[in-house]
């Protein structure tokens, strides 16, 4: 079976990860999304709407942190911690791009997990033959969003 992992390099997509591993899920692939530039501004505005300023002034000042101490970035968030757990790993702009289909139609997937992904589009969805499987960190609609 060709199982394919999707991640945005979350904390909880880490814990999924690890949980394949130990139940011996051999991964074909991991696709990991960086971040989009021109979104960053989208990000920060529903930052602001939804959590108010103090929220996105601590989410700034841990990524701050985080770049500053380079030691206590947890290894999730380095691309190269990925490569012990599948074949290969893909990097992508987005799980709806053009890059991201093309690789999936010539891997022709069997099943998608998702770890970590934002909503996916339905060109994307129809390439595995089984389907996709997501999960959430957090109970919805109260906790939405990424490392709840």
Same mark, same amino acid.
């Given at each position: ?112 997990? @998702? ?16 389907? @996709? ?6 109970? @919805? ?8």
């Amino acid at each position: 079976m060709k199982v394919i992992f999707f991640t945005n390099k979350c904390s909880h997509g880490a814990e999924i990860l690890k949980g394949m591993a130990d139940n011996q899920i051999h991964l074909k692939a991991i696709f990991i999304e960086h971040e989009r530039s021109q979104s960053r501004f989208l990000v920060i505005k529903k930052v602001i709407q939804r959590d108010g300023y103090w929220e996105l002034l601590r989410q700034i000042l841990k990524k701050l942190v985080y770049r500053a101490l380079p030691f206590s970035s947890p290894d999730w968030q380095r691309d190269d911690y990925y490569l012990k757990y599948a074949d290969r790993v893909i990097a992508v702009n987005s799980f709806n791009g053009d890059t991201c289909e093309e690789e999936l139609q010539a891997i022709q997937p069997d099943i998608v997990v @998702l770890g970590g992904a934002s909503i996916i589009r339905s060109h994307i969805l129809k390439i595995p033959r089984i389907g @996709l499987l997501n999960a959430h960190p957090g109970l @919805l609609p109260e906790y939405r969003g990424v490392d709840v």
